[in-house]
Nanobody
Framework: VQLVVSGGGLVQAGGSLQLSCAAS????????VAWYRQAPGKQRELVAS???????DIADSVKGRFTISRDDRKNTLELQMNSLRPEDTAVYYC?????????WGQGTQVTVSS
């Protein structure tokens, strides 16, 4: 499974960004898809995840502001981020899990200026 992330960049506080993750390969083995992020000096953390088409987890810090969605026709995973805050600044990663394997896309930098 290959994951390619697009989107990200620099935005002012209160602004919006959308991340996209294009998946290819043996996707039938994938059960869970998710977005993670890692801020400087901090551990990587789960932002939101989907299993079998249902959102199963979303971080309290982004509830009501971020939306995770999956398009099975396009084999993409999206993360719509609204009302961005400086504390959302991090490298964001796409993640897929299945068949006891975990796959990661390349990270994309999201920087929110105050």
């Amino acid at each position: 499974v290959q994951l390619v992330v697009s989107g990200g960049g620099l935005v002012q506080a209160g602004g919006s960004l959308q991340l996209s993750c294009a998946a290819s390969g043996s996707l039938h083995s994938i059960d869970v898809v998710a977005w993670y992020r890692q801020a400087p000096g901090k551990q990587r953390e789960l932002v939101a995840s989907i299993m079998n088409g249902k959102i199963i987890d979303i971080a309290d810090s982004v509830k009501g502001r971020f939306t995770i969605s999956r398009d099975d026709r396009k084999n993409t995973l999206e993360l719509q981020m609204n009302s961005l805050r400086p504390e959302d600044t991090a490298v964001y990663y796409c993640n897929a899990q299945g068949g006891r394997l975990t796959y990661w896309g390349q990270g994309t930098q999201v920087t929110v200026s105050s």
